[in-house]
């Protein structure tokens, strides 16, 4: 740059300031603010700063253009296309399809019907005459007549109701075939019985009831069964008297009787026993056993029926009229007169002389006092003498015992 340049800009510069001489000192010394404005956290970002933008642009080069036209005119095959990008692609047979919906065909569910045709598409509703022919094909399926509602399934010999709404509605049809299919056929049983006849066991005949006069035989001919009539029976164990509920000579009535009668009754030991007891303490009994037994006053001997059964014993009792003996003693002989008061003073017997040595005196430690015993004057203790007298009696007595045994061991 010339030199002229320069002079005429430094002119240019000092135009616009004052010399230093001219300006004025300040009038206070103190601290200067600087009229630097700092930004506040507050204010946004693009307030304080933004890039500046740029608006070059940068034109696409001759071979740029060209790998594009040739990328366009051969598609790469390692390229993924665009809509595969971020996608997996499932297979066909998880995709689901739209499934056709079942037709059903009843009374109780046709206003339902009628509102998903509205929602389905799909759906076709079979008119009366498709109807018909649909259970003309049944082989399973036997019109009645003059009857459009009930149809006979010759399987199960039984009669379908088709509703009645409509005539032959399809639905009850196929519900009931559901039901019968799963159910084995009557001929393919008959089949399986005839083969298995020879294995399978005889079947029992049913149990014939038997008359009045079967049952009344059956009842005399009962031990246990003492009286019959016509509506009651006497237990010959129990002696009751067994009445019938619902028709004559009930023998279901009298078995269930014979097993709570047979379950309480006791066993014949038992009973032998009782009787056997009674007999040994009656003091009218001489001699018994297990089939007789003597009268003490007859003297007369009683058959028994069973074992110490007494029910012979005690029919004789009551017959029996021979009086009672005499008794064999009296307390006349042994009656003792009293006597005056003073014979009858109290007397003790003389104990055994018993020699007394000089050693049982010895011996004979606690002996009571005699008449000449004078107590030994002495003072009182004091509250310590009071307190050590145990001690003292202690040592004297263990003393004297140690003395003793020294005489009687020498």
């Not at 006092?369 to 107590?375: A, E, L, N």
């Amino acid at each position: 740059m010339p030199l002229e340049t320069q002079s005429n800009a430094s002119s240019r510069v000092n135009k616009g300031k004052k010399p230093m001489s001219s300006m004025k000192p300040p009038s206070s010394i103190g601290v200067i603010k600087s009229e630097f404005k700092v930004p506040s956290p507050k204010q946004s970002r693009d307030d304080t700063f933004k890039p500046p933008s740029s608006s070059h642009a940068r034109q696409s080069s001759s071979a740029s253009l060209s790998r594009a036209a040739n990328d366009a005119a051969e598609p790469s095959t390692n390229r993924k296309p665009p809509s595969s990008i971020g996608r997996v692609a499932k297979p066909r047979s998880s995709i689901k399809q739209p499934v056709e919906r079942e037709e059903y065909e009843s009374d109780g569910d046709d206003n339902a019907s009628v509102a998903e045709s509205f929602i389905s598409l799909n759906r076709v509703r079979r008119s009366e005459a498709e109807r018909t022919e649909y259970f003309k094909n049944q082989p399973e399926c036997q019109f009645i007549e003059d009857d459009s509602h009930h149809v006979k399934c010759t399987r199960c010999r039984k009669v379908v109701s088709l509703g009645s709404q409509r005539p032959f509605t399809v639905r009850p049809w196929e519900k009931h075939r559901e039901k019968c299919d799963q159910q084995v056929p009557s001929s393919m049983l008959n089949e399986q019985s005839d083969t298995d006849q020879p294995t399978s066991p005889t079947t029992k005949p049913k149990r014939k009831l038997k008359t009045a006069e079967e049952r009344k035989l059956l009842l005399e001919t009962d031990p246990r069964a003492q009286t019959v009539r016509e509506n009651e029976t006497l237990c010959k164990r129990c002696q009751k008297w067994i009445k019938c509920t619902t028709q004559t000579y009930s023998l279901f009535v009298w078995n269930k009787h014979q097993l709570i009668c047979s379950d309480t009754s006791p066993s014949n030991r038992v009973a032998a026993a009782g009787g056997r007891i009674r007999l040994v303490n009656d003091p009218q009994v001489k001699d018994c056993g297990p089939r007789h037994v003597d009268c003490k006053f007859c003297e007369t001997t009683i058959p028994l029926e069973g074992d110490y059964d007494p029910t012979n014993w005690i029919t004789h009792q009551r017959t029996c009229t021979a009086p009672l003996p005499p008794p064999s003693a009296t307390s006349e002989s042994t009656l003792v007169a009293p006597s005056d008061g003073g014979e009858m003073r109290g007397v003790k017997r003389p104990l055994e002389d018993l020699e007394e040595t000089a050693a049982d005196d010895i011996l004979r430690l606690n002996r009571p006092r005699k008449s000449s015993y004078k107590p030994e004057d002495k003072e009182a203790p004091s509250a310590l003498g009071w307190f050590l007298m145990p001690f003292k009696a202690f040592a004297r007595g263990f003393k004297e015992s140690i003395d003793n045994m020294s005489a009687s061991g020498s």
